[in-house]
């Protein structure tokens, strides 16, 4: 490290910034004593209140001392002072497993079976110990400078005594295109079984180079997902297209467990004769708008102190991570005129509902609320394709915060586009904290 970096608790030197987000950054330092590469998270706390999250580094601090692991990047210690907290980490230098497959755009069977070895030899020991990551994900999982896979980012964590009498874990959490049928069913989970479909996703991904679960929107995901709806691509082996559909079970109860997943043949020998792949997306797979939902990220760093946020009470679930650079808008379909809208508000749900209705008062429109939670605005006299209509909904992702999403449903696209950006978007401006899908997100004050 050149120069002398500042010198933290009288202990570490730091270095440069390997990561930030909304509540804090994520440094490379030295620990002064031992020499020893180190990354340290720095969170806010006075932000962390703000928003929620205490309870949520807390599991994560009681999770990441339970687990020790060669596959798990392991929590050296946490330390704290009147405004901070900082976790002290194993730094680990060859980055996010994403990084690799959006650089090679997919892997040969032969090195995504070496990572997936790794990553259910973490999961196993996790469960053993009554941990459940609940969000797996390739950006979750980083190599070292040797390619060892490292699990990442315990901060959805559940363990055992997190489960109810009925003996599931209820809380709906993780990461859209990676999360279970059961989970976003809200009708209880094992977690256990639930990382095993992510470990899938994962598997699916590495060799495919894209999603396996994909729509022009998240309802469409969400009812693939739940349906187990995928196909493998034709360069995928016979025991990886079989293995993959025993893990991706849309029913919990027969889905492969992790000691069958080792007893398999792709999992114990894997692919045989599997060529050196290195070329970008194929081209069958042009249609499914693949490469933009792979590319659906918080940022290009191994280390990001931005996770998705612990979700409470979703009927369709969405999780959302308030970064200023977050977009989930990879995951949609581009269409000519963009029919949907997503923001994010600091504000109670009745508050926000209240200050729709007053705007669409206020532009002379008709309110219809639905009750599964929609409202439905109309105009009042015929356009150029009939009455204009859209619908908005409320997510709730903290009791301090939520995800409003507003798509146009009949009439005509421009005069929905016009009267979203000229008349509906500024005058929620008191309500929204971020837009998503804006080529600048600025947080609003």
Not at 408 to 428: C, H, M, N, V, W
């Amino acid at each position: 490290m050149e120069g002398r970096g500042k010198i933290l608790m009288e202990r570490y030197e730091l270095g440069r910034l390997l990561g930030k987000g909304t509540f804090g950054r994520v440094h490379y330092a030295r620990n002064l004593e031992s020499n020893r590469s180190v990354a340290i998270k720095m969170m806010d706390k006075d932000k962390v209140l703000k928003v929620g999250l205490s309870e949520q580094i807390r599991r994560e601090i009681t999770t990441m001392r339970l687990v020790a692991h060669k596959n798990i990047v392991e929590l050296h210690e946490v330390m704290a002072t009147r405004n901070k907290i900082y976790f002290v980490m194993e730094y680990v230098k060859g980055g996010e497993l994403f990084d690799k497959i959006e650089k090679s755009g997919r892997l040969t069977e032969s090195a995504a079976h070496n990572y997936f070895q790794q990553l259910i030899s973490a999961v196993d020991y996790c469960h053993s110990r009554g941990v459940y990551h609940r969000d797996l994900k390739p950006e979750n999982l980083l190599l070292d400078e040797d390619e060892n896979l490292k699990v990442s980012d315990f901060g959805l964590s559940a363990l055992s005594e997190s489960k109810r009498q009925d003996g599931l874990l209820h809380t709906t959490c993780g990461t859209p295109a990676y999360v279970a049928p059961e989970v976003i069913s809200k009708t209880g989970y094992d977690g256990a079984k639930s990382d095993i479909w992510s470990c899938g996703v994962v598997l699916f991904v590495l060799v495919a180079g894209y999603l396996p679960f994909q729509g022009p929107n998240l309802m469409e995901m969400y009812r693939k997902i739940q349906h187990g709806d995928f196909r493998c691509p034709s360069w995928f082996s016979h025991k990886l297209k079989k293995l993959l559909y025993k893990i991706l079970d849309p029913n919990p109860s027969t889905r492969i467990s992790i000691q069958k997943i080792k007893e398999s043949t792709w999992f114990r020998k894997g692919p045989e004769g599997t060529r050196t792949v290195k070329e970008k997306i194929p081209s069958e797979n042009a249609t499914t708008n693949a490469a933009p939902t792979l590319s659906v990220r918080r940022g290009k760093n191994a280390y990001e102190d931005v996770k998705p946020l612990h979700v409470t009470n979703l009927n369709a679930f969405e999780i959302i991570s308030f970064s200023s650079g977050f977009d989930l808008s990879g995951l949609f379909i581009e269409m000519e005129h963009r029919k949907e809208a997503r923001f994010t508000s600091d504000k109670p749900a009745s508050a926000i509902i209240s200050k729709i209705e007053d705007v669409a008062k206020m532009l002379n429109l008709r309110v219809r609320k639905k009750d599964n939670g929609v409202v439905k605005i109309q105009g009042r006299k015929e356009g150029r394709n009939g009455v204009l209509q859209f619908d908005t909904e409320i997510f709730e992702i903290t009791p301090f915060h939520h995800l409003v999403e507003m798509k146009q449903t009949s009439g005509d696209s421009l005069e929905y586009q016009k009267l979203f950006e000229q008349d509906i978007r500024p005058a929620l401006k008191d309500i929204v904290w971020a837009w998503h899908g804006d080529d600048q997100q600025q947080m609003q004050e």
